[in-house]
């Protein structure tokens, strides 16, 4: 599995308005995405995007930083880390906009 970089960061927020105005309006972030109903926010920083999740839960689980790592087949990189023994939270999610699979760190 080759790790071609990070796609974005995760950080979770106690209040997404505040937040999002910090970044956008104090450190002058584009604001690519701004949901303050789904607690999400997303800000252009080059080659990596930033995002802000305000709600205490992510996919029905506790919410928590998270850093999303591009590789060049999501599903084969599933394949590897399953062979290896890597613990993970379940198959590929495809989203739309992305598929992503999450790996728990040691």
Aim: charged share 25%; glycine share 10%; aromatic share 8%.
């Amino acid at each position: 599995m080759h790790v071609r970089g990070v796609d974005f960061v995760t950080f979770s927020v106690l209040d997404i308005t505040r937040s999002v105005e910090f970044y956008r309006d104090v450190l002058g972030l584009h604001c690519d995405v701004e949901g303050v109903a789904e607690q999400w926010a997303e800000f252009d920083c080059g080659d990596v995007t930033l995002s802000l999740n305000g709600s205490r839960t992510t996919g029905g689980t506790k919410a928590c930083e998270r850093i999303a790592l591009a590789v060049d087949n999501v599903y084969d990189a599933f394949e590897e880390l399953s062979n290896r023994g890597i613990k993970l939270d379940g198959a590929p999610v495809d989203y739309g906009v992305c598929v992503a699979l999450e790996v728990r760190r040691p």
